[in-house]
């Protein structure tokens, strides 16, 4: 008997291999899924310049900032742009001012794939060989009702056909579908109801993991689930000679993963706590 609908994830004809250059841009749960990247100790850029939402201001992200990754995840939130009145731009961000200098928008499909498209052409020109990853969000946006919502999400999976259909370097991931027609317990919800809880963000990072990593990039997380424990344990007495002995350890495994792996960049707080240690 089954008791739920499982969505396809295609191959997207390449892997991700273990510390990869990446950049993360877009909703929030570009931030979600881009934090698990940096937990996994990918060389991951998430949102530099903050929550992106529309494909306008995902553009302004891309042209802003210098990355040059070899995979860049765009996750689409909305197609609702606030355009300042005065010289009708299209702003990231309202920083507090009076909602009476702004007028909201709806981007087309057309919109949307155009702004879509000019990221990918700058993303191309930096590296050649750069994968695009398009998500839409699972989030609802309660504020536009539930019906205008999934309105909005139809423009974005439509601008995101658009475009995986123009570049061969594009992929499409469906973290929307597995949120929606996967995962369709509110259980799966945080409690405003609307974002996808810490597990089902979890979960969508294992398929994702599971069918975008490449072999040597899944045995590296594998490698690192041990330390990556160890280093998030938090002791009872820190400066117990048990503790010590406990991270003499882990150190050891620290170190032999940076020779297994030469790309393995040790953050700050794993280079405080070996100084500690010495």
């Not at 996750?75 to 007028?103: M, S, W």
């Not at 155009?114 to 990918?120: E, I, P, Q, T």
């Not at 069918?211 to 002791?235: M, T």
Request: glycine residues 6%; aromatic residues 10%.
């Amino acid at each position: 008997m089954e008791l739920m609908t499982i969505v396809d994830v295609p191959s997207p004809g390449f892997a991700i291999e273990p510390q990869e250059k990446m950049l993360f841009v877009g909703s929030c749960f570009a931030d979600n899924i881009g934090r698990r990247f940096e937990e996994e100790k990918f060389r991951a850029v998430v949102n530099p310049y903050g929550v992106m939402y529309n494909p306008a201001s995902i553009l302004h992200t891309v042209e802003r900032c210098d990355e040059a990754p070899g995979t860049a995840f765009i996750t689409l939130g909305t197609n609702h742009v606030y355009r300042l009145k005065a010289t009708g731009e299209i702003v990231d961000n309202c920083r507090k001012r009076p909602q009476a200098l702004f007028d909201e928008q709806e981007l087309t499909v057309d919109e949307c794939a155009g702004y879509l498209s000019r990221a990918v052409d700058i993303l191309v020109g930096r590296n050649a060989g750069v994968k695009v990853v398009l998500t839409v969000s699972p989030i609802r946006y309660a504020k536009y009702g539930y019906h205008g919502s999934r309105l909005s999400k139809a423009v974005l999976l439509l601008a995101a056909e658009c475009v995986v259909k123009r570049y061969g370097n594009c992929v499409y991931f469906p973290a929307y579908e597995i949120m929606n027609d996967e995962l369709r317990d509110y259980r799966f919800h945080s409690p405003d109801m609307l974002h996808p809880s810490p597990q089902a963000v979890e979960y969508i990072w294992q398929r994702l993991h599971d069918v975008y990593l490449s072999d040597a990039a899944r045995q590296f997380v594998k490698d690192w689930k041990p330390v990556k424990d160890a280093l998030g344990h938090k002791p009872f007495n820190p400066d117990s000679d048990e503790y010590r002995a406990f991270m003499d350890k882990t150190m050891l495994k620290v170190a032999e993963l940076s020779r297994k792996y030469s790309g393995l960049e040790l953050d700050e707080g794993i280079v405080e706590m070996k100084g500690r240690l010495r």
